[in-house]
């Protein structure tokens, strides 16, 4: 098959970019999208000219790297599928194909495709995680855990962090990235110790980033590879509230 792609050129931040076409021919329909990009910059590099940068890692669907939007849409047409799991066959012969990076003011261009996350970790640092004494690991039967709480502590860490909630809210809100982390620990009893001082935490730093204010349109569950719930943020709010009660008490 063949396809015309309009991709976007951004040297550094501070630079301006541009939608720069491209023509590859002879495709084949089941070679996934970061394939066709590989295929694309195997012929910039001969031709001498600068490959496309864009994020990768496992090509699995677990890291979350591979974020951009694909004809206006996170990760492509395809529901709970990130772009390293995006084949071409899923588009038509001769269709151009619009590619860009993720836009929010918190996920600056570093060049092409590639995007500044690092305020995800930020988030994740200043309260998504348990503190526990080091040594030998506790027992797993240790604190019971119910079949159901585990069962929705899985469905809200299954959060990739790709980015894709961010970039499809027209507030560029990390709502739904960061009431997962919360909500996964505030349901297991090891995370509950904390729960007040993570939510408060969290919730400042992701207001620090400069994220937009949720606003409940559900774009972000729509195009979520993981098909992560808004219930989380719902969760969240309660959580901040519930801390925020017992903070003036």
Same mark, same amino acid.
């Given at each position: 098959?063949?396809?015309?792609?309009?991709?976007?050129?951004?040297?550094?931040?501070?630079?301006?970019?541009?939608?720069?076409?491209?023509?590859?021919?002879?495709?084949?329909?089941?070679?996934?999208?970061?394939?066709?990009?590989?295929?694309?910059?195997?012929?910039?590099?001969?031709?001498?000219?600068?490959?496309?940068? %864009? *994020?990768?890692?496992?090509?699995? &669907?677990?890291?979350?790297?591979?974020?951009?939007?694909? !004809? /206006?849409? #996170?990760?492509?047409?395809?529901?709970?599928?990130?772009?390293?799991?995006?084949?071409?066959?899923?588009?038509?012969?001769?269709?151009?194909?619009?590619?860009?990076?993720?836009?929010?003011?918190?996920?600056?261009?570093?060049?092409?495709?590639?995007?500044?996350?690092?305020?995800?970790?930020?988030?994740?640092?200043?309260?998504?995680?348990?503190?526990?004494?080091?040594?030998?690991?506790?027992?797993?039967?240790?604190?019971?855990?119910?079949?159901?709480?585990?069962?929705?502590? %899985? *469905?809200?860490?299954?959060?990739? &962090?790709?980015?894709?909630?961010?970039?499809?809210?027209? !507030? /560029?809100? #990390?709502?739904?990235?960061?009431?997962?982390?919360?909500?996964?620990?505030?349901?297991?009893?090891?995370?509950?110790?904390?729960?007040?001082?993570?939510?408060?935490?969290?919730?400042?730093?992701?207001?620090?980033e400069l994220f937009g204010h949720c606003s409940n349109t559900e774009a972000c569950e729509v195009e979520c590879p993981q098909g992560i719930s808004v219930l989380n943020i719902a969760r969240m709010n309660f959580e901040y509230n519930r801390a925020l009660f017992f903070q003036k008490k």
């Open positions: 098959m063949d396809l015309h792609l309009k991709i976007w050129r951004q040297k550094d931040k501070k630079s301006e970019g541009k939608l720069v076409g491209y023509d590859l021919k002879g495709l084949n329909p089941h070679m996934s999208f970061l394939e066709m990009l590989d295929t694309l910059n195997e012929k910039l590099i001969t031709q001498g000219d600068e490959p496309v940068e %864009f *994020d990768h890692d496992c090509r699995e &669907g677990i890291c979350g790297q591979c974020g951009m939007m694909i !004809n /206006g849409i #996170a990760h492509g047409p395809l529901k709970n599928t990130t772009t390293c799991q995006l084949h071409l066959r899923s588009f038509k012969d001769g269709e151009t194909i619009l590619i860009e990076p993720f836009r929010a003011d918190a996920f600056p261009v570093k060049k092409d495709l590639k995007v500044d996350r690092s305020a995800f970790d930020r988030i994740i640092s200043s309260g998504g995680f348990v503190s526990v004494n080091t040594g030998q690991a506790p027992d797993a039967t240790a604190i019971p855990v119910t079949h159901q709480t585990a069962e929705e502590a %899985f *469905d809200s860490a299954a959060c990739i &962090g790709c980015g894709a909630c961010v970039a499809t809210c027209k !507030n /560029g809100s #990390a709502a739904l990235f960061t009431s997962a982390k919360i909500t996964h620990m505030a349901l297991l009893p090891q995370g509950k110790e904390e729960r007040s001082k993570r939510v408060l935490d969290m919730v400042s730093q992701m207001d620090a």
